[in-house]
């Protein structure tokens, strides 16, 4: 709130001194008052605190050019399960390095508002982390699955599912006749956070023309969507058809690898 004298203002809503000339005083003992945040760093804030419940993306308010020079603290405080936090991009670091979140639980962050867009902050971090949670997991890895059909049916088909429910699973949905499927029923990949949040990568070799259904090999898709790979044998050659490589889902924000495996699907169609 600006301060007036008579019909004068002295400072402004950005605590800036205006219409001040020839004055000299004693200042008293002024501390900023310490309020609570949930996700929003606001430049009329001069002190804030947080202790993390969840992982927090925060934005800005109040960043504008009449509040230019301005600058907040934030006590942030990830709390004993080692939450992380996210900075817009109009945060910048020094040396463009953001802080390693999970070496402190303790965070003192300040910043200042530069220009429009520009918000330069600097972080220490004090305390030792808890050991944070995984987002995703890949439990009981290798994922296997292998698909027989005799001439009863008409070809073995082997199906993987990474599902945005957070779900990954394989079937033989397709396949007919014969026996000898070996197959992963269901495993949970995804423990907190949003399915959106994180990219999948599949980077496989072997029969790839064989591979019917194929979003991408070795590319990261965003698991927003449910992604679905299949392999089918159908032809009248022995043998097993087989692909196998690295699975990999990681943050889609900071791109960092999260969690890694071993996936193969094999068919083998015997008439």
Request: aromatic residues 10%; charged residues 10%; proline residues 4%.
């Given at each position: 709130?600006?301060i007036k004298v008579g019909n004068a203002e002295v400072i402004t809503n950005a605590r800036a001194l205006t219409n001040i000339a020839d004055a000299?005083?004693?200042?008293?003992?002024?501390?900023?008052?310490?309020?609570?945040?949930?996700?929003?760093?606001?430049?009329?804030?001069?002190?804030?605190?947080?202790?993390?419940?969840?992982?927090?993306?925060?934005?800005?308010?109040?960043?504008?050019?009449?509040?230019?020079?301005?600058?907040?603290?934030?006590?942030?405080?990830?709390?004993?399960?080692?939450?992380?936090?996210?900075?817009?991009?109009?945060?910048?670091?020094?040396?463009?390095?953001?802080?390693?979140?999970?070496?402190?639980?303790?965070?003192?962050?300040?910043?200042?508002?530069?220009?429009?867009?520009?918000?330069?902050?600097?972080?220490?971090?004090?305390?030792?982390?808890?050991?944070?949670?995984?987002?995703?997991?890949?439990?009981?890895?290798?994922?296997?699955?292998?698909?027989?059909?005799?001439?009863?049916?008409?070809?073995?088909?082997?199906?993987?599912?990474?599902?945005?429910?957070?779900?990954?699973?394989?079937?033989?949905?397709?396949?007919?006749?014969?026996?000898?499927?070996?197959?992963?029923?269901?495993?949970?990949?995804?423990?907190?956070?949003?399915?959106?949040?994180?990219?999948?990568?599949?980077?496989?070799?072997?029969?790839?023309?064989?591979?019917?259904?194929?979003?991408?090999?070795?590319?990261?898709?965003?698991?927003?969507?449910?992604?679905?790979?299949?392999?089918?044998?159908?032809?009248?050659?022995?043998?097993?058809?087989?692909?196998?490589?690295?699975?990999?889902?990681?943050?889609?924000?900071?791109?960092?690898?999260?969690?890694?495996?071993?996936?193969?699907?094999?068919?083998?169609?015997?008439?």
């Open positions: 709130m600006a000299d005083g004693i200042s008293g003992s002024f501390h900023a008052t310490l309020q609570t945040i949930t996700t929003v760093i606001d430049f009329t804030k001069p002190m804030t605190k947080l202790v993390m419940s969840s992982n927090v993306t925060f934005t800005e308010a109040n960043a504008t050019d009449a509040f230019k020079g301005s600058t907040s603290m934030l006590l942030l405080d990830t709390s004993a399960t080692g939450y992380t936090p996210t900075f817009s991009a109009n945060v910048k670091w020094p040396a463009s390095t953001t802080p390693t979140w999970s070496g402190s639980r303790y965070w003192m962050i300040a910043f200042q508002l530069c220009n429009l867009g520009v918000i330069r902050a600097n972080a220490q971090g004090y305390g030792t982390a808890a050991a944070a949670s995984p987002d995703v997991v890949m439990n009981n890895t290798p994922w296997a699955g292998f698909v027989y059909a005799s001439s009863l049916g008409g070809a073995a088909q082997c199906n993987f599912r990474i599902a945005s429910t957070g779900i990954a699973s394989m079937s033989n949905v397709g396949s007919n006749g014969g026996g000898g499927a070996t197959l992963m029923s269901s495993e949970t990949w995804l423990i907190t956070g949003a399915a959106s949040d994180y990219d999948v990568r599949w980077s496989f070799t072997g029969s790839t023309g064989d591979v019917i259904a194929n979003p991408g090999n070795g590319v990261w898709l965003n698991l927003g969507t449910s992604r679905t790979w299949s392999i089918r044998d159908s032809d009248y050659n022995p043998g097993v058809k087989n692909i196998i490589g690295n699975l990999q889902i990681r943050n889609a924000s900071t791109l960092v690898v999260l969690a890694t495996g071993t996936l193969s699907m094999s068919v083998d169609f015997e008439p």
